[in-house]
């Protein structure tokens, strides 16, 4: 309050306040407590003082609690509480394994938070850990602090708390539950201006692999991970859980780069490093990073979150900068952020984009149609949607991408195709390999890939080119950043898994080997009708099943936010 009435509203008030109200209520009621009362105290704590004379200490300190407890939560008994958002935003909306994941990153997120400005660092590591327990017990207590925090969100903030995976406990936890690799080291290449690269810079590779260094050494196929973290946090350590899973599924390494990270290196530093790291990895078939250079090897790009748009952005200078580099047989694009930007509506063009995509489908028309605001420019987006998600609030997207973008007055975010991927012209996107797009059904991106894929459909359609291994999965009940909660939520494993078999189909061995990573030397002007490169589609039985069971398409999750509009007006649709 102090804080308040000076306008100044700060922790330094907070206790400036606290040490104030202490003095005022400890100083004299010690004095009266001590030299006017009877030790027993007042007369009606006396009666109280000889009816507690028949319980244990133990007793009365939990029947303390318990009444301090239920005094707490009087007006839940009573029927005082509003409508929790909790109730609308959790039960309604995700499905109880994610959940139980929100739950408990929530609680770390929250830890973290409290804990960042403790030192040294072991007593730092002790005390989030042990903040972040109290947290598990008190989640709205959790969720108030994540709020506080993220409202002046600064980047040292966001680093320590999505940097979480590098303390002791969750490494120890994740190297528990993963599988035993023969190789896990860094490896650092040199990027230099002479050799045509953008930077003279030396970048950190991370490899897992599950064979020997001679297998790693004679591999033939391999996968280069862009990893996520908002384009200003978390490096490849920080996503071992699932990438050590990847690479005992696969068989296959992992090559996961560190790339420069927003604010202090903006767009477009970490894109350039992303190509440049693969371009140097290509034209040296791999010798660069350990491997015997003999053949040239497939490789798949794999990026979740900012690391999709990277990979992405990378597949654009690929295609329009280096045509005479070898081409990624296959994209795997994981909650990607496709739009840089807050836009909260969908554009006519886009709408359209979609519509006719969905057309082409056995999709019931009326669905579609009944959309709020269909074709006059003002249909919401995800991004409007789930503006409130627990995970990526307009908020938190806000400070990220202003810190992506940086202070360049010339850059156009809404039409440069490198930082927002969804503009990519359709003459790019009809080269595109094949591409594995796979996001939850509640995320705010979500958008971002439905039309990002009915754009590169419809791009290679006109093209000729093929497209029936092009795919979009959108999981049911899920929002952002599932895989990072593979260690603790074991749901998250399936799903793992089957964008692991997704990986190792796009990296089979190829019937004509001529057809996979072609190089041309036609200008983008020029190309009109670029060569189909045929990788077909082939998955286990077992994940035909998940995807048929944990997944919808596009119309669906419109009717469900249709359904989720009218509960913001208060028009109940569910059954409790």
């Not at 140097?280 to 350990?290: E, P, R, V």
């Amino acid at each position: 309050m102090l804080g308040h009435i000076a306008g100044r509203p700060s922790p330094s008030w907070d206790k400036i306040q606290a040490v104030v109200v202490l003095l005022m209520r400890q100083v004299p009621l010690h004095y009266i407590a001590l030299r006017k009362m009877p030790a027993n105290g007042p007369r009606p704590f006396q009666r109280l003082h000889r009816f507690l004379k028949g319980y244990t200490p133990w007793q009365i300190i939990i029947g303390a609690l318990t009444t301090v407890y239920a005094a707490h939560h009087a007006d839940l008994f009573v029927g005082l509480t509003p409508a929790e958002e909790e109730k609308k935003m959790f039960s309604r909306r995700y499905t109880p394994g994610y959940t139980r994941g929100v739950w408990i990153l929530s609680a770390l997120d929250a830890g973290f938070f409290t804990s960042q400005n403790i030192r040294p660092k072991v007593l730092r590591d002790t005390m989030s850990a042990l903040f972040s327990v109290y947290y598990l017990f008190f989640p709205k207590r959790a969720l108030e602090k994540n709020y506080m925090m993220i409202q002046n969100i600064t980047p040292v903030h966001m680093r320590r708390s999505w940097e979480k995976m590098l303390h002791p406990l969750i490494r120890l936890m994740t190297w528990v539950n993963a599988p035993r690799l023969g190789i896990r080291r860094e490896v650092k290449v040199q990027l230099s201006k002479a050799q045509g690269h953008h930077s003279d810079a030396i970048v950190t590779l991370t490899i897992f692999f599950k064979g020997t260094e001679e297998e790693y050494a004679r591999s033939e196929a391999f996968i280069y991970n862009t990893p996520g973290g908002g384009f200003v946090a978390m490096n490849p350590r920080c996503h071992a859980d699932y990438l050590m899973a990847w690479a005992g599924q696969t068989g296959m390494p992992i090559v996961s780069i560190d790339y420069k990270k927003a604010p202090e290196n903006p767009f477009p530093s970490g894109v350039h490093e992303c190509f440049d790291v693969y371009a140097l990895i290509a034209s040296t078939k791999g010798a660069c990073i350990g491997m015997k250079g003999l053949v040239q090897p497939r490789i798949a790009v794999v990026g979740d979150s900012a690391g999709g748009t990277m990979a992405s952005a990378l597949m654009n200078m690929l295609i329009e900068e280096a045509p005479e580099l070898p081409k990624p047989v296959g994209l795997v694009l994981i909650y990607p952020c496709m739009q840089v930007g807050l836009d909260f509506w969908i554009s006519n063009e886009d709408l359209a984009v979609i519509e006719e995509e969905i057309s082409r489908g056995p999709i019931p028309e009326d669905i579609l149609k009944a959309r709020p605001g269909r074709g006059d420019g003002m249909t919401l987006n995800s991004k409007a949607a789930f503006m409130d998600d627990s995970i990526l609030s307009t908020t938190f997207m806000r400070a990220l991408m202003v810190m992506y973008i940086g202070g360049d007055p010339t850059l156009d975010h809404k039409a440069d195709y490198l930082v927002s991927p969804i503009h990519t012209p359709d003459a790019i996107l009809a080269q595109y390999p094949r591409t594995y797009m796979i996001t939850g059904e509640k995320d705010p991106l979500v958008d971002d890939s439905i039309i990002f894929m009915a754009k590169m459909r419809r791009a290679k359609r006109a093209a000729g080119a093929d497209l029936e291994s092009d795919i979009l999965r959108i999981v049911s009940g899920v929002s952002h950043a599932f895989l990072q909660m593979t260690g603790i939520v074991p749901e998250m494993k399936d799903l793992v898994r089957v964008v692991g078999e997704e990986i190792v189909d796009i990296l089979k061995v190829p019937e004509k080997q001529a057809d996979w990573g072609e190089t041309s030397t036609a200008s983008m002007v020029n190309v009109v009708k670029p060569k189909s490169v045929p990788n077909p589609r082939s998955i286990s039985a077992y994940a035909a099943q998940w995807e048929n069971n944990y997944t919808r398409d596009a119309v669906t999750i419109y009717e469900h936010r249709r359904v989720a509009y009218l509960d913001q007006l208060g028009i109940d649709t569910h059954d409790d």
